[in-house]
Nanobody, 115 residues
Framework: VQLVESGGGLVRAGGSLRLSCAASGTNRGDRAIGWFRQAPGKEREELSCIGSSDGSTYYADSVKGRFTISSDNAKNTVYLQMNNLKPEDTAVYYC?????????WGQGTQVTVSS
């Protein structure tokens, strides 16, 4: 499975972005998919995940109420809608299976939030 992130960019504080995580190579099957981010000098942080069968979701406290994860199984794509972005959301955002798989890490997509 190859996971490709897209949708990042530069946005002002309070703005919104929608990230996409497209899976190719094979259907992701019954794996949950999660979004992670890593800012310079900080550890990778798991932000959100969505189950493949029941669509159950999880959000870290840092993004709860601002970010929404969703899935389009027909397109094999998972989205992360990010609203009310803050400068501290600046990071490279990645998607991966839950639990994460080393070979699934992609290049990520850069999100930069200006104040």
């Amino acid at each position: 499975v190859q996971l490709v992130e897209s949708g990042g960019g530069l946005v002002r504080a309070g703005g919104s972005l929608r990230l996409s995580c497209a899976a190719s190579g094979t259907n992701r099957g019954d794996r949950a998919i999660g979004w992670f981010r890593q800012a310079p000098g900080k550890e990778r942080e798991e932000l959100s995940c969505i189950g493949s069968s029941d669509g159950s979701t999880y959000y870290a406290d840092s993004v709860k109420g601002r970010f929404t994860i969703s899935s389009d199984n027909a397109k094999n794509t998972v989205y992360l809608q990010m609203n009310n972005l803050k400068p501290e959301d600046t990071a490279v955002y990645y998607c991966n299976a839950i639990p994460w798989v080393y070979d699934y890490w992609g290049q990520g997509t850069q999100v930069t939030v200006s104040s």
